[in-house]
């Protein structure tokens, strides 16, 4: 029997070991002077800009099929803001893969662990990033939450996540970073956006 290739936001299993261990799909690795993302109706890697300033992602980056960035992922972000009118960004959750290996291309899927993640607001949109390390990876694969990275890979992480939506003409940052969390809560997060996926996209996806 024929199979069409699974879309990567819907048809790929996260794994049976989450939120410890899941399924990420690469869109874009540091090599990349484009960047990519999955176009949602078809699945295939869409040509989303050029990168025209210097701000190459420092890690593999992508997102977690079958997730969602909703109403109770945004619910932490108000919680830790004291604010109400946080919302979620209605897509996928965004994840970073830490690995010693030169991965050349995006268009993958990685088994990866979650350590931790960085809480960041687009406006008034919650737009968190979960850090993850390679599964079995020489170096990377030791570090069990983000507190235990090199502070200088944090910051790299951090650079390129609090600039890569700024132009020159811009005033002030588009993206902003409100907290730093480890690997507990970004169990918690990962657990919240499959709730959200599951209460406000799963039923769509089976109807069509």
């Not at 108000?78 to 919302?87: C, D, G, P, Q």
């Not at 350590?115 to 979960?130: P, Q, S, T, Y």
């Not at 570090?143 to 090199?150: A, F, K, N, V």
Request: a negative charge; one cysteine or more; charged letters at 30%.
């Amino acid at each position: 029997m024929h199979k069409h290739k699974a879309h990567p936001w819907h048809g790929i299993s996260l794994g049976e070991n989450i939120p410890q261990e899941v399924t990420a799909f690469i869109e874009i690795v540091p090599t990349d002077t484009v960047k990519y993302e999955v176009d949602k109706d078809s699945g295939y890697l869409s040509i989303d800009r050029p990168q025209k300033y210097s701000n190459i992602v420092p890690a593999l980056y992508g997102f977690l099929p079958k997730t969602y960035c909703g109403d109770l992922v945004a619910e932490l972000t108000n919680k830790s803001l004291n604010r109400t009118e946080i919302k979620g960004d209605n897509d996928p959750l965004d994840i970073c893969v830490l690995t010693e290996k030169d991965v050349t291309h995006g268009d993958i899927i990685a088994k990866v662990r979650p350590i931790g993640g960085f809480r960041l607001l687009d406006h008034v949109e919650a737009d968190d990033k979960i850090i993850a390390v390679l599964k079995n990876d020489m170096i990377y694969g030791a570090y069990t939450d983000i507190s235990q990275l090199p502070k200088q890979i944090v910051k790299r992480l951090v650079h390129y996540f609090t600039t890569y939506k700024d132009l020159p003409t811009d005033e002030k940052p588009r993206m902003v970073l409100t907290d730093i969390y480890g690997r507990k809560t970004a169990f918690d997060v990962i657990m919240r956006s499959i709730e959200d996926y599951n209460k406000e996209i799963a039923h769509r996806v089976v109807e069509e």
